[in-house]
């Protein structure tokens, strides 16, 4: 199993480009989400998704779109590269076990936008 | 949606000393606490987790408590190694869901 995937590991954007981070897991997991990741703030969610076909938006959405078309694949698209993306984003996939459940992680991407 | 108070923000100890860090949670349903520990550069891990029915868990030298009247839960590190530094995050899911929110995190420096 690779788990969690990411790519790419780093990424400079200029202000106003858009890009897709992709994101994939071969757990067979329904539950997928995004965070970023900035100093002093923890792990903010963007958005997630409880299955193929339904997606909902986290704490800090705004700017960011996903989609999830098959149970492996989430990934989130930056529609319009603002300095204020500049991130490190993890993606995360869990299963549920009655009501526990772990997030796995995946590398991250760190993204600059200049 | 849940809202997660986690402290302090750094936290500085001697090796072999003991570290404690608390959070407290807002949604009286949340009833999954998770704690991830995450190293210099690399993926948050998840190291211990309690649920609801159980007010303690231990795990060799990692312990947690939870405290559901006072909606606080607490990691706590006994005899404390160089390779124990590294930034730890405590978690409770959002509204009864699977999707958890992250407190801001503890930064845990273990002096030699």
Redesign the interface.
């Known amino acids: 199993n690779a788990g969690v995937t990411q790519t790419p590991k780093f990424q400079v954007l200029k202000t106003g480009q858009s890009m897709t981070l992709q994101c994939a897991q071969d757990m067979n997991h329904e ?1 997928m ?1 995004w ?1 970023r990741q900035d100093p ?6 963007i958005h ?1 998704s ?1 299955g193929a076909g339904i997606t909902d938006q ?2 800090v959405p705004n700017g960011y779109n996903v989609s999830r078309s098959t149970t492996e694949d989430f990934p989130l698209r930056l529609l319009s590269a603002a300095p204020s993306q500049t991130s490190v984003y ?1 993606c995360a996939s ?1 299963y ?1 076990s009655g ?5 796995y ?4 991407t760190r993204l600059t936008v200049t | 949606g849940e809202n997660v108070e986690q402290h302090p923000s750094t936290l500085s100890v001697q090796e072999g000393d003991s570290a404690v860090i608390k959070c407290t949670y807002s949604d009286s349903a949340s009833n999954y606490f998770p704690w991830y520990k995450q190293e210099l550069g690399k993926r948050p891990q998840l190291i211990i987790d309690i649920r609801s029915n159980v007010g303690e868990k231990k795990d060799q030298r990692i312990a947690v408590t939870l405290n559901k009247t006072a909606k606080h839960f607490s990691l706590h590190i006994t005899e404390t190694q160089p390779e124990d530094s590294a930034v730890y995050f405590c978690a409770a899911p959002s509204g009864g869901s699977y999707i958890p929110t992250f407190g801001r995190g503890t930064s845990l420096i273990v002096h030699p």
Do not use: N
């Open positions: 539950y989400s965070y002093g703030m923890g792990l903010r969610l997630y409880v986290g704490e993890f869990s549920t009501s526990s459940y772990e997030q992680f995946g590398p991250g």
